[in-house]
C-alpha cells in the first residue's frame, strides 16, 4: 500500500508577517469564491447601492457641505488694521460704537395726524459690528440723498424680532417739491435681519413710527391757516438757510466717498482672504463678489446694492444648509438620566 506524505497546512499570512497582497494565493474569499456566488454578490451590491442612492437635492447639499467647518468664521480671516485704525474705532466707539452703512432697497409709508409711519427695506454693511450702545447710521436713499439717523436703544422681543427706539436724524431729499434738508426727532422701529455667515452684510425691514418735520407741520394745521403757514414758513427757512444748505451739501457729498471707502476696504479684504489657505472656498468666492458689488455700488448704486442683496440672501441660504443638514458632533457627558455623584 502506497503511503501519503502528509504536508503541515499552510501558516497564515499574519503569523508569517506578511500582507494581503496581488500575489497571495487563492486563500481570500474573493478569489476562492464561487461563480454564483460571485453573481449574487454583484447583484446585491447592485441592488443595495441603487436603495441607498441620493437624490439629486441630497447630492447638492453634500457638495456644499464637502470640506464645510462649522468652527469658522468671518472675523477669522480679517485682515490686519491699517495704521491708525484701531486708535480712530476706539475713538469712534465712544461717540457710537455701532456704525452702519444702509442702502434702503424699497420703502413706502404715509401719516396718521402727524405721525409718519413706514416700511423699509434695506441692505446692510455692519463696519463697525457691536451688540450695545449708539447706533449712527449713514443711509442713501435710492435717488441718491443720504440721511444720518441714530438708533438710541433696542431690545430683543423674540422671534429675531427687536424693538428699536430711534433718535434724531438729519434728512436730505433730492425730490423737486421736498425741503432739501429735515429731520427725524424721535421714533419707534420693529425691525429685524439677516446676517450674512461670509461677511458683515445684512438684509433688514424696518416698520417705524416717527415724528419728523413733515409731523411738525401737519400738526400745524389743525390750529388752522395761520399756524399752518408760520410753521412750513419756519421750517423752510431753516432747512434753505446757509447752515441747512452746508449739512444738505455734506450729507450728498459723503455718499460717494463713503461708497469709495467701503469699495476699498473690500478689495483689501478680498485681496487678504484669497492669499489665505485657511479660508475655505466659498468664504474666497464671496469676498471676491462683494468687492466687485462694492466696487460697481459706486458707478452705479442700484445694481451694486442689488448684488450685494443677493449675496446675503445665498449666503443666508448656505448658512441654513449647513446648519441643517451637517451633522453634528454627538453630546459629551453621560448618558440622559445617569445620576451624578453628589446630586442626591
Known sequence: MQSRIRRPPPTPSHQRGGTWSSTTKAQTPSTTTKAGDTTTSKSTSSTSSSTTKA?????????????????????????????????????????????????VLNDFGGSFFGIQVGVTVSQLDLVRKNTKGVELVQVVNPDGSGNLETILARKEIGARQRIELQGPALNTSL????????????????????????????????????????????????????????????????????????????????????????????????????????????????????????????????????????????????????????PHAPPTGPPPGTELPGSS
Request: proline content about 6%; glycine content about 8%; overall charge negative.
Open 55 to 103: 437624490s439629486p437635492l441630497q447630492q447638492v447639499v453634500e457638495a456644499l457641505n464637502k470640506g464645510y467647518d462649522p468652527t469658522d468664521s468671518y472675523e477669522k480671516h480679517l485682515p490686519p488694521p491699517l495704521p491708525g485704525q484701531t486708535k480712530a474705532d476706539t475713538l469712534l466707539d465712544r461717540i457710537a460704537p455701532i456704525r452702519t452703512h444702509e442702502r
Open 175 to 326: 425730490t423737486p417739491g421736498e425741503l432739501p434738508v429735515g429731520a427725524r426727532f424721535i421714533g419707534v422701529g420693529l425691525t429685524s435681519d439677516v446676517t450674512s455667515a461670509m461677511d458683515h452684510d445684512a438684509l433688514s425691514y424696518t416698520v417705524e413710527v416717527k415724528l419728523n418735520e413733515k409731523s411738525v407741520a401737519e400738526l400745524a394745521a389743525l390750529g388752522g391757516p395761520g399756524a399752518a403757514q408760520i410753521a412750513a414758513d419756519a421750517l423752510e427757512s431753516s432747512a434753505t438757510s446757509v447752515l441747512g444748505d452746508v449739512v444738505g451739501t455734506a450729507l450728498v457729498g459723503a455718499v460717494p466717498v463713503l461708497s469709495a471707502a467701503l469699495a476699498l476696504a473690500s478689495a483689501r479684504r478680498a485681496y487678504h482672504v484669497v492669499r489665505d489657505p485657511t479660508a475655505s472656498r466659498e468664504m474666497k468666492i464671496f469676498q471676491v463678489t462683494h468687492a466687485v458689488g462694492d466696487a460697481i455700488r459706486v458707478v452705479e448704486p442700484v445694481t451694486g446694492t442689488v448684488i450685494n442683496a443677493a449675496l446675503v440672501a445665498a449666503a443666508a441660504t448656505l448658512g441654513w444648509v449647513h446648519h441643517r443638514h451637517t
